[in-house]
């Protein structure tokens, strides 16, 4: 076997991507400070609440909206946090200045999230940066208020955002047993957080022998789609490949392996010692392939580690297909407060009675419309053509005129040879509002 040595020249001038990870609200920023301890450089924390400031452990530390809430955080409203991101613009875009990549890391449904992540996603964007948001909805029990903040904002996240995982707290809590403590139930979905923001690192920076690019990635978990999927597993020992497989798979955003088969693509990332064999990539990637569609496109990466004792790492990265989100018209729904448009009046049919008008009473005489008016003003004969084909071009075409109905009684149909019923000179067979309407 021939070996041919690496030259460190072949990389000249290219410098691996600069992440930035940004943690923005209280979730956020206890996610932030996790990764900061596993050590992740580049990290900030930024939150309206100058005490959740204090106490992070983060080095770089950004205030939104000082003077909008004076520190004291928003109080669950977005829209304060958005006003507060508008007043702290200048200090947002100079957080995700000189970044190629940055992570928005977020719990969605409260104020300061909800409300400063879309504009802080906007700001990323401007930048040159590509963005890839890791967040959170929150309980189902939280209630439907919190619930339809986080889903206005994941709407309006999903426009900024390259790549959109969205984790639901509900699902994240099948990680531990439902009589676990509540520590151990937040530490197993804290982990969870930070496995698939670790991951898609590890991903972007590559590695030898199989690294999967940036486009590639994107391919998978791209297009702004909170349907992302993640799943990780480690194992060591003899059956090391099917055991992690077999744990990634039960991630609870796979929804145990069954979301995969819905995918359009699929990334499968393996790290392990350098005793990683052959079989058992092949191994995995034919247990892969067996979930996801035959048109599905399957992305292989493989990355070796010095570490002999290292487990061995899966990890999969998705995108299922959902149902279209319909989103508000409004721009900044989240910032207004609503959920979606206000629907206006449904425009009434010609020919339709109006929607307080009683059934059986007779319509009113259509008014002449301005432009009528102003044609028989100058003594011109108006148009009488109603088909729109002769119309000229730019010209309106002139409304159908509606009829008034006849109700002048001619027959009394079946009860035409009976004797009429009269009470002091009125036919009382006729309608009411007949006998009572005025001769012309």
Not at 226 to 248: I, Q, S, V, Y
Not at 286 to 310: I, N, W
Not at 351 to 358: C, D, S, V, W
Not at 364 to 372: F, G, I, R
């Amino acid at each position: 076997m021939i070996a041919y040595p690496r030259s460190d020249t072949a990389s000249e001038g290219i410098e691996p991507p600069s992440v930035r990870i940004i943690g923005l609200g209280n979730a956020g920023t206890h996610l932030a400070d996790r990764l900061q301890m596993n050590g992740h450089a580049d990290v900030v924390v930024m939150n309206t609440d100058a005490q959740s400031l204090q106490s992070s452990i983060a080095f770089k530390k950004t205030p939104v909206g000082q003077m909008t809430t004076r520190g004291l955080g928003t109080g669950g409203d977005p829209e304060i946090g958005y006003e507060a991101a508008l007043e702290s613009r200048d200090a947002i875009r100079s957080t995700v200045e000189g970044s190629n990549i940055v992570f928005l890391c977020a719990g969605l449904g409260g104020g300061t999230a909800s409300g400063v992540i879309p504009v802080l996603a906007e700001a990323a964007r401007e930048s040159g940066a590509v963005v890839f948001s890791i967040v959170t909805s929150p309980f189902s029990f939280e209630g439907r208020r919190r619930s339809r903040q986080a889903a206005d904002a994941l709407a309006l996240l999903s426009k900024q955002s390259n790549a959109l995982i969205h984790f639901e707290n509900d699902r994240m809590a099948e990680l531990s047993s439902p009589r676990s403590g509540i520590e151990e139930t937040f530490a197993a979905s804290d982990a969870m957080l930070c496995a698939c923001v670790t991951s898609l690192i590890a991903i972007l920076r590559g590695g030898n022998p199989m690294p999967i690019g940036l486009a590639d990635l994107l391919v998978a978990v791209g297009g702004g789609s909170p349907a992302g999927l993640f799943g990780r597993g480690e194992a060591t020992g003899d059956n090391r490949a099917h055991e992690a497989l077999e744990r990634a798979l039960k991630s609870p955003l796979l929804d145990r392996g069954r979301l995969i088969g819905d995918c359009h693509a699929v990334i499968a990332h393996l790290v392990g010692p350098a005793s990683l064999s052959f079989s058992e990539v092949a191994a995995v990637m034919r247990e892969v392939r067996r979930h996801t569609a035959d048109e599905a496109k399957l992305f292989l990466g493989v990355t070796t580690v010095s570490d002999p004792s290292a487990p061995l790492s899966v990890t999969l990265f998705g995108n299922y297909s959902s149902p279209p989100v319909v989103e508000s018209a409004q721009p900044h729904a989240v910032a207004s407060g609503v959920a979606g448009a206000v629907p206006g009046p449904a425009a009434v049919p010609a020919g339709t009675a109006a929607a307080g008008e009683l059934a059986g009473s007779p319509p009113a005489a259509p008014s002449a419309t301005p432009a009528t008016a102003d044609t028989e003003a100058a003594g011109e004969e108006p148009d009488s053509s109603d088909d729109p084909s002769k119309a000229k071009p730019g010209s309106k075409t002139k409304p159908a005129k509606q009829e008034t109905l006849q109700f002048e009684s001619t027959t009394r149909g079946r009860f035409d040879k009976s004797e009429p019923t009269i009470v002091e000179g009125e036919d009382l067979d006729v309608p009411t509002f007949l006998r009572m309407r005025k001769p012309n």
